[in-house]
Each structure stands twice: as structure tokens, then as C-alpha cells.
């Protein structure tokens, strides 16, 4: 997945109102209106709505800085009621 893939104005605007109606705070909902999200954090966002199951782990590492993971991250956490992992060992984390 690449950094540098940009969705229209319109479907920024579109999406973006859809992930604040998503149950999340006015200050998460403000922070989301005023990003440019990129393309890749929707088909995350999207493989989240699927039905889950318990073998499965969506991981996304990206090399390049800057891309928003940290942003999709803390979104995930408020809105979805998601979990962050960080500063542990991948081993701990892969067989948890």
C-alpha cells in the first residue's frame, strides 16, 4: 500500500463524515474533519467491518513515515473501541 494515493475532495468529505458519525467524540470528530486522509487507511477501516473471527490479525507496517498510522491508530482506539500494542516485543504480540 502506498502513501501517496489521494481519494477526490468530495470523497474525503463523504468518508470523513461517515467515520465521525461512527461513534466518535467531538474532539476525535474535529481531528477527522479537518485531516486528508489517504486511501489505504479505508480498506483497513473497511476489513475491520467485516465480520471478525479469532485467527485472524490485520497487520500493516509501513516503511515511509508520515502515512497517518498513528492517526488511523488513535481513531481505532476512540471510535471502535479498539487496542494498541505498543512498545512490546512482536513475539509477545504475534502469539498473544
Same mark, same amino acid.
Given at each position: 500500500?502506498?502513501?501517496?494515493?489521494?481519494?477526490?475532495?468530495?470523497?474525503?468529505?463523504?468518508?470523513?463524515?461517515?467515520?465521525?458519525?461512527?461513534?466518535?467524540?467531538?474532539?476525535?470528530?474535529?481531528?477527522?474533519?479537518?485531516?486528508?486522509?489517504?486511501?489505504?487507511?479505508?480498506?483497513?477501516?473497511?476489513?475491520?467491518?467485516?465480520?471478525?473471527?479469532?485467527?485472524? *490479525?490485520?497487520?500493516?507496517?509501513?516503511?515511509?513515515?508520515?502515512? +497517518? $498510522?498513528?492517526?488511523?491508530? &488513535? =481513531?481505532? *482506539?476512540?471510535?471502535?473501541?479498539?487496542?494498541?500494542?505498543?512498545? +512490546? $516485543?512482536?513475539?509477545?504480540? &504475534? =502469539?498473544?
Amino acid at each position: 500500500m502506498s502513501g501517496n494515493c489521494f481519494v477526490s475532495e468530495k470523497h474525503i468529505s463523504i468518508l470523513t463524515d461517515m467515520l465521525v458519525q461512527a461513534k466518535t467524540s467531538a474532539r476525535i470528530g474535529q481531528e477527522l474533519r479537518e485531516t486528508q486522509w489517504y486511501t489505504w487507511p479505508f480498506l483497513i477501516l473497511r476489513e475491520l467491518a467485516r465480520n471478525p473471527d479469532q485467527r485472524s *490479525v490485520i497487520w500493516f507496517h509501513e516503511e515511509v513515515g508520515n502515512s +497517518g $498510522k498513528t492517526h488511523l491508530s &488513535k =481513531y481505532i *482506539v476512540a471510535a471502535l473501541n479498539g487496542i494498541s500494542f505498543e512498545n +512490546g $516485543k512482536s513475539n509477545d504480540i &504475534k =502469539y498473544a
